[in-house]
């Protein structure tokens, strides 16, 4: 936000500050061996779909960290979550994961909600296609389907309007 109140646009491809600090913490997360000192119980796949946002971040360090094809419609799924941190950390580790994929998505954290849900269904699609091509290797956890425990559920807030 500028002095005057207005808001001003950002260059594509821009982070905002608090962000570039969290991507920095990220990756020194990363490369120091991992995040997971502090680990939550209950399985990754739950912890990515908790109602504290702190706990899904965590979550979505750890996939990244473990490289867990699994965990992609999970981070699919953050790519839409009400907090603006985990929808950054998803993408991040969507970037590790999936690597040049991720220009062509088009997404930001920060776009407005529309723009990310586009590019959240254009996610969606690059995972179906990837499913279709090699399901036993890039499949989901056991089941998959709406009685699973483990299927991708939005955690409490989700329909909150994202900022």
């Not at 209950?42 to 971040?57: E, H, K, T």
């Not at 839409?80 to 220009?103: H, I, T, W």
């Not at 407005?112 to 399901?135: C, G, I, Y």
Request: aromatic content about 6%; overall charge positive.
């Amino acid at each position: 936000m500028a002095p005057d109140g207005k808001s001003t646009p950002r260059p594509a491809g821009a982070v905002p500050g608090a962000a570039a600090a969290a991507a920095g913490a990220l990756l020194v997360c990363l490369l120091c061996g991992g995040c997971n000192g502090g680990s939550q119980p209950g399985s990754l796949y739950a912890r990515l779909q908790d109602d504290d946002p702190s706990v899904r971040i965590e979550a979505v360090m750890e996939a990244a960290e473990k490289k867990d094809d699994k965990a992609l419609p999970y981070l699919v799924d953050r790519l839409g979550d009400s907090e603006s941190d985990v929808r950054f950390f998803a993408y991040m580790a969507l970037k590790q994961l999936a690597g040049e994929v991720c220009e062509s998505m088009q997404w930001r954290y920060y776009d407005p909600p529309a723009k990310r849900a586009e590019a959240q269904n254009r996610w969606r699609a690059w995972l179906r296609q990837r499913t279709a091509s090699a399901p036993s290797a890039h499949s989901q956890p056991a089941g998959g389907g709406p009685s699973d425990p483990n299927a991708p559920r939005a955690p409490r807030g989700a329909g909150k309007a994202a900022s």
